[in-house]
């Protein structure tokens, strides 16, 4: 993103400003008139009439271009002035002389002459602000800059220049939330149109937050956009941000590579071993197994990889083992009085791919208690995703509560992506 305003483009509406309202006094037989000839775009101007001498004077100086009479004239004429329509043209005429010689400052006190006279129309006034604004962003008065910049976007707060201005301003001058609050302001108005929000706008607002460290705003962004782009390969920037910033705990790690890999986001040879050793560590022989044959399947890991062969080496015996002994656990996990054995039977479900009986018994797990309700509501809800029970599985992720609530919520999105 670059500064779209520049100093070619507020001459521009400087001029236009300047063209508007540089009236000729009309003369009546022995009688000054004090009254202008209204510009054909612009309104009729009633000028005091004990100021009309100064004001022709003042005129008179700016087009010949003499910088100290004009500076004379200027003083007699703001001495003399009595309305905004006296104040307004003065200020016009403070805009010819600053055009003739180029010089930002002069223009910056021209352009807010205009816009103090009272005289300025609204349409008139957002010009002048907006080009009050790049004049002072020419200067590297940030602060000015953003004042002006601002009051444009309270007439019009979809002005996209003035929005990517200030987005670039705050970044520079490292004031990240009010950069991201523009960006979220540009993001609502899309919607608001009925417009999906470019997916840059979405990037740039992230990126924002990352450079910023605007800790309340990562996730969320993160989420919002992924909504709106759920691409793979977005999936994989925005679970590996949750993944650098959530400080999770194992298990909590174990649930977010398991939607890595359900998002079909694991993409390195390394992060299918890690997954997979992880998952045969945790006694899930079955899982760790189907995680290798993925990989290897995908390209991304060969077959003849160290770790590949003892990770398949290390669970292929155990798997029919594992499989036997829980079903044997069921009469156990049932008369039991706490969750314990009915969650241990669930996770054995779940790792060999059998989810209508893992969420069988993580809801029996639950009734009986004793378990950490957030672990097994999200895992519950994995099972219910993976079963095909999408409002099940929506249930049991919104039950989820304190640190893991923001996995739940990126599980949710998966669930809404495949809609």
Same mark, same amino acid.
């Not at 300047?18 to 004090?34: C, N, R, V, Y």
């Not at 997979?276 to 290798?292: H, M, N, P, Q, S």
């Not at 969650?343 to 018994?361: D, P, Q, S, V």
């Given at each position: 993103m670059?500064?779209v305003?520049?100093?070619?483009?507020?001459?521009?509406?400087?001029?236009?400003g300047?063209?508007?309202?540089?009236?000729?006094?009309?003369?009546?037989?022995?009688?000054?008139?004090?009254? /202008?000839?209204?510009?054909?775009?612009?309104?009729?101007? +009633?000028?005091?009439?004990?100021?009309?001498k100064?004001?022709?004077?003042?005129?008179?100086?700016? $087009?010949?271009?003499?910088?100290?009479?004009?500076?004379?004239?200027?003083?007699?004429?703001?001495?003399?002035?009595? +309305?905004?329509?006296?104040?307004?043209?003065i200020?016009?005429m =403070?805009? &010819?002389?600053?055009?003739?010689s180029s010089?930002?400052?002069?223009?910056?006190e021209a352009?807010? %002459?205009v816009? $103090?006279? !009272?005289?300025?129309?609204?349409e008139?006034?957002?010009?002048?602000?907006?080009?009050?604004?790049?004049?002072?962003?020419?200067?590297k008065?940030?602060?000015? /800059?953003?004042?002006a910049?601002?009051?444009?976007?309270? %007439? $019009?707060? +979809?002005?996209?220049?003035? =929005?990517?201005?200030?987005?670039?301003?705050?970044?520079? #001058?490292?004031?990240?939330?009010?950069?991201?609050a523009?960006?979220?302001?540009?993001?609502?108005?899309?919607?608001?149109?009925?417009?999906?929000p470019?997916?840059n706008?979405?990037?740039?607002?992230l990126?924002?937050?990352?450079?910023g460290?605007? #800790?309340?705003?990562?996730?969320?962004? &993160?989420?919002e956009?992924?909504?709106?782009?759920?691409?793979?390969?977005?999936?994989?920037?925005?679970?590996?941000l949750?993944?650098?910033?959530?400080?999770?705990?194992?298990?909590?790690?174990?649930?977010t590579?398991?939607?890595?890999r359900?998002?079909?986001?694991?993409? =390195?040879? +390394?992060?299918?071993? %890690?997954?997979?050793?992880t998952?045969?560590?945790?006694?899930?022989?079955?899982?760790?197994r189907?995680?290798?044959n993925?990989?290897?399947?995908s390209?991304?890991?060969?077959?003849?990889?160290?770790?590949?062969?003892q990770?398949?080496?290390?669970?292929?015996?155990?798997?029919a083992?594992?499989?036997?002994a829980?079903?044997?656990?069921? !009469?156990?996990a049932?008369?039991?009085?706490?969750?314990?054995?009915?969650?241990?039977?669930a996770?054995?479900?779940?790792?060999?791919?059998?989810y209508?009986?893992?969420?069988?018994?993580y809801?029996?797990?639950?009734?009986? !208690?004793g378990?950490d309700?957030n672990?097994?509501?999200t895992?519950?809800?994995?099972?219910h995703a993976?079963?095909?029970?999408r409002a099940?599985?929506?249930?049991a992720?919104?039950?989820? &509560?304190?640190?893991? %609530?923001?996995l739940?919520?990126?599980?949710?999105l998966?669930l809404?992506?495949?809609?």
């Amino acid at each position: 993103m670059k500064m779209v305003s520049t100093l070619a483009i507020a001459a521009t509406v400087l001029t236009a400003g300047a063209a508007l309202s540089s009236p000729a006094f009309a003369q009546k037989k022995g009688k000054e008139q004090a009254q /202008a000839a209204a510009p054909a775009e612009g309104p009729k101007r +009633n000028y005091t009439k004990g100021a009309m001498k100064a004001l022709q004077e003042l005129q008179a100086a700016a $087009n010949a271009g003499d910088p100290t009479d004009f500076a004379t004239k200027l003083a007699a004429a703001q001495a003399a002035a009595k +309305n905004a329509d006296d104040r307004y043209f003065i200020g016009q005429m =403070q805009l &010819t002389m600053a055009q003739k010689s180029s010089n930002d400052a002069a223009l910056r006190e021209a352009v807010t %002459a205009v816009l $103090n006279s !009272g005289g300025a129309s609204a349409e008139e006034s957002v010009k002048l602000r907006r080009a009050l604004g790049s004049l002072a962003v020419r200067s590297k008065d940030y602060p000015a /800059a953003i004042a002006a910049f601002q009051e444009v976007l309270k %007439a $019009n707060p +979809n002005d996209a220049a003035v =929005q990517n201005d200030l987005i670039v301003i705050y970044r520079e #001058q490292k004031q990240y939330p009010q950069a991201i609050a523009i960006l979220e302001q540009s993001i609502a108005a899309s919607k608001a149109a009925g417009q999906k929000p470019p997916e840059n706008t979405y990037k740039l607002a992230l990126q924002t937050a990352l450079d910023g460290k605007v #800790q309340g705003k990562i996730l969320p962004l &993160t989420r919002e956009f992924l909504s709106a782009y759920p691409t793979a390969q977005n999936w994989g920037t925005a679970l590996d941000l949750y993944r650098s910033s959530s400080r999770a705990d194992d298990a909590t790690l174990l649930d977010t590579f398991r939607l890595m890999r359900t998002a079909k986001t694991l993409d =390195q040879a +390394n992060e299918y071993l %890690a997954l997979a050793d992880t998952l045969a560590l945790g006694k899930f022989y079955a899982e760790a197994r189907d995680v290798i044959n993925e990989g290897v399947a995908s390209g991304k890991l060969k077959a003849s990889h160290p770790g590949a062969v003892q990770v398949l080496r290390e669970v292929s015996g155990k798997i029919a083992e594992d499989r036997t002994a829980i079903a044997a656990l069921e !009469g156990r996990a049932r008369s039991e009085a706490r969750g314990t054995m009915a969650l241990r039977l669930a996770e054995g479900y779940y790792g060999h791919g059998m989810y209508a009986k893992a969420a069988e018994f993580y809801r029996l797990a639950l009734q009986k !208690g004793g378990v950490d309700t957030n672990l097994v509501n999200t895992r519950l809800g994995m099972a219910h995703a993976l079963g095909g029970q999408r409002a099940e599985a929506e249930a049991a992720f919104k039950a989820v &509560t304190g640190p893991r %609530a923001d996995l739940a919520g990126f599980w949710m999105l998966w669930l809404q992506s495949r809609a």
